[in-house]
């Protein structure tokens, strides 16, 4: 669920000054200094969080910059998982939208 | 114990050289709940042990800071865009704002304030986000309880963080015997930077906090209660002390804040504040409240009795006879263990 | 003066308790503990008899227990005693000569809640030359018969309780109370060290049969040197289970700590670059078992593997 109104045309970001983060066999621990809690992310998510806090990025953006990233098709990588992700992250608030001015 | 006690928890004595002694104040401020803000007012103790017992207390106070800073983050990201002017309360708003009452200060729940017309919306904004009626209100009597009579919504709770929030729309219950001007105070409230959320400005939180303390509920720990005000009035400039009178009466708190100014002016010796007190209300006036008030406070002789006293005051301001007597029947009856499941405890 | 409290003369140590100033020294904490019970009195002459022990406090403790009864009345009337260690938690009240009980379960959650210079994980803790064993488990899965086991094999006992890891280095504290005893093992730990070592059990408590099993003194004097982590064991006893032992990724060990501490989230970024810290030098283990002897197996086999270097 995710943590608030959601649109179609938003960009999120993530801000890595906000977490710590360590990798252990394609699984990563995320502290998020925010909120005090430990995630465990498959490396996927991860993926979407890194893209993120380098610049702002829309959903489709994100499901063909992983495709690109871990060398997966359209049907291996589809944009509905990209989309569950996103709000994943967003309610943990590891991701937030970008308040379009 | 002596109400004396008081000052040193805020600092301006000394924490006693006997060790027996120091260690029945800081039982004291600990199952007063005050036992944080105790570790930031004493500066330097000398003696061993103790800046191990505060720094357990400031790191306890740190941890509810945080997670009260991240509801607020969320909360704002769930009325993102939706226009809302949410003005947080109470102890969300002393940390937001950084003041010294807020150091060292425990904080559990988060508390809003929306205008009236705003409510509904703010309700279906945060269900949306995964806040749902918490389980300990959500029956039909409460549901309809609060909404017919609070200040209130039933409280919502984080379906996955558990974190609770409740969404006032006014500061005293519908059924109150005192009004405040909630408007006078939406209109000057202030932003804070970085979320789309709001604190009244620092002289209507103090007011506030008076109107809390005197006005809603039953002084529970009035120590805690004694201490904040304290805290809050220091952290205000002289320019806005000059003018908390003048504003306490505009908004309608001018009963509340004589009573804080009173007991700052009495329990913690500050001249202006009794001289202010004295402008707003006569001395004589109040002097049970003000009696048991202090006896609660130390758990003197006549605390069994003040205890009683405040608690039938708390439930009659609140509502009208004919309101308070059936709800503290159904309450007696209806009495019920928290709900939410205690801490997971390691067993001997 | 700190001495063993079987060296001071019984009225004195009555009468510290009843006014509040009987301090135990033990491993990294002090412990100020007022009481009056004669039950409390005779446990703690007995299977505290070798701890560190002051008359009058000297400092101020960041462990303070109050065991008092829970109402007036109950001083008098069917006296109940119930642990108070200065903030509000959902205890029960217990019968007066269930003192012990009561006295352990509050230094725990006093331990548990209210210490915050270590991360506490509900684990037991054993340790040798090579290193320490932490062993996270719930209540029931026998990780107090696998610690009294471990000790009598020659690994110094840390504790059955908590495992206190440091927040600078990830090492181990020793805190070596009483290994409590629970029904069926009561009966198994006495095989293993002796009658001697285990006190009066107390029946018909919350818990069924309850029993403490004193440290030994050579454990008590070592209760000062810290140890770093060489396994971390998650062990699962399950009945008529075959043995087996799963190798965790760390990452899943640590969060299978989290849920185990009891200030992890508390304590926040300094326990979680402790515990990676704890994670990187220990290797993780799941340990299905339906025996003592098969985890004990269990563990020489992992050990025997060199996994545990």
Redesign the interface.
């Known amino acids: 669920?995710?943590?608030?109104?959601l649109k179609e045309t938003f960009h999120w970001k993530s801000d890595a000054s906000l977490w710590?983060s360590?990798e252990?066999?394609d699984?990563?621990?995320v502290?998020f200094?925010?909120?005090?809690?430990?995630h465990?992310l498959n490396f996927l998510s991860f993926g979407v969080l890194s893209k993120c806090s380098e610049q702002p990025h829309s959903k489709e953006k994100l499901a063909s910059a992983l495709r690109d990233l871990f060398d997966l098709s359209e049907t291996e990588l589809p944009e509905s998982l990209i989309a569950t992700v996103i709000e994943q992250l967003?309610?943990t608030?590891l991701l937030?939208?970008v308040?379009q001015s | 114990m002596k109400l004396t006690v008081l000052r040193c928890i805020v600092g301006e004595s000394e924490l006693p050289q006997d060790v027996m002694e120091a260690i029945s104040v800081i039982n004291y401020a600990d199952s007063n709940h005050i036992l944080g803000q105790m570790a930031h007012c004493c500066n330097q103790p000398s003696m061993i042990g103790v800046q191990d017992v505060f720094n357990n207390a400031k790191l306890r106070a740190k941890h509810d800071h945080t997670m009260l800073l991240f509801e607020m983050d969320r909360v704002s990201r769930a009325l993102q865009g939706s226009g809302v002017k949410a003005v947080i309360l109470k102890g969300g708003a002393y940390v937001a704002r950084g003041f010294k009452a807020s150091m060292g200060r425990r904080v559990s729940d988060l508390d809003i304030l929306v205008a009236s017309q705003d409510l509904a919306r703010t309700e279906n904004l945060l269900k949306a986000a995964n806040w749902v009626p918490d389980e300990q209100t959500d029956n039909a009597y409460d549901q309809q309880y609060y909404r017919d009579h609070m200040h209130e919504l039933p409280p919502l709770r984080h379906k996955t963080r558990g974190t609770v929030i409740d969404v006032h729309h006014s500061l005293l219950p519908r059924t109150a015997r005192y009004r405040v001007n909630v408007d006078k105070m939406l209109e000057t409230a202030v932003p804070i930077s970085d979320h789309e959320l709001w604190t009244f400005q620092p002289l209507d939180i103090f007011a506030h906090s008076a109107v809390h303390a005197f006005f809603d509920g039953q002084l529970d720990v009035p120590a805690r209660t004694l201490v904040e005000l304290k805290l809050l009035y220091d952290d205000l400039s002289e320019d806005e002390k000059a003018f908390l009178g003048k504003r306490a009466k505009e908004i309608g708190a001018d009963k509340a804040v004589a009573m804080a100014l009173w007991v700052i002016g009495n329990v913690f010796g500050d001249a202006k504040a009794s001289a202010q007190a004295r402008w707003l209300m006569h001395p004589s006036r109040n002097i049970m409240l003000k009696r048991a008030l202090i006896s609660k406070t130390v758990n003197g002789r006549f605390s069994i009795f003040a205890k009683g006293f405040l608690y039938l005051r708390g439930h009659y301001l609140r509502m009208p006879i004919h309101l308070l007597f059936p709800h503290l029947l159904r309450k007696a009856i209806r009495w019920r263990p928290a709900s939410s499941a205690p801490p997971q405890l390691p067993t001997p | 003066m700190t001495v063993k409290l079987a060296q001071h003369n019984r009225r004195d140590i009555a009468s510290a308790l009843k006014k509040g100033m009987f301090t135990l020294t033990l491993g990294p904490f002090k412990h100020l503990v007022s009481g009056t019970s004669a039950p409390l009195l005779d446990y703690l002459y007995d299977t505290y008899r070798d701890y560190d022990v002051a008359l009058k406090p000297t400092d101020v403790s960041e462990i303070i227990l109050n065991l008092k009864a829970p109402n007036i009345l109950r001083r008098f009337i069917r006296p109940q005693v119930s642990p108070d260690p200065g903030f509000e938690v959902p205890t029960i009240p217990l019968p007066l000569k269930m003192a012990p009980l009561a006295f352990e379960m509050g230094m725990n959650l006093s331990v548990a809640l209210k210490c915050c210079r270590f991360v506490t994980v509900h684990a037991g803790v054993v340790a040798n030359e090579q290193g320490a064993i932490i062993m996270s488990a719930a209540s029931g899965s026998g990780k107090s018969t696998l610690s009294a086991a471990l000790a009598d094999q020659g690994y110094r006992l840390f504790s059955d309780e908590f495992a206190l890891i440091d927040l600078e280095d990830a090492m181990l504290h020793p805190y070596p109370r009483p290994i409590s005893l629970k029904q069926d093992s009561i009966a198994v730990v006495r095989d293993i060290v002796g009658a001697d070592r285990i006190s009066a059990p107390l029946s018909g408590t919350p818990k069924g049969d309850i029993a403490y099993c004193r440290v030994s003194e050579h454990d008590l004097l070592q209760a000062h040197k810290k140890a770093a982590a060489k396994l971390i064991l998650f062990p699962r006893y399950e009945a008529g289970v075959s043995p087996m032992a799963r190798k965790l990724n760390p990452a899943e060990a640590v969060m299978k700590l989290i849920p185990a501490s009891t200030n992890y989230s508390l304590l926040g970024e300094p326990a979680f670059r402790a515990v990676l810290k704890l994670v990187r030098q220990a290797k993780a283990y799941e340990l299905s078992y339906g025996t003592t002897e098969q985890s004990l197996q269990l563990i020489a086999d992992i050990q025997a593997s060199g996994a545990g270097r």
């Open positions: 669920m995710a943590a608030g109104p710590l360590e252990f066999d699984t990563f621990l502290f200094r925010p909120s005090g809690e430990t465990f967003d309610e608030g937030t939208p308040v």
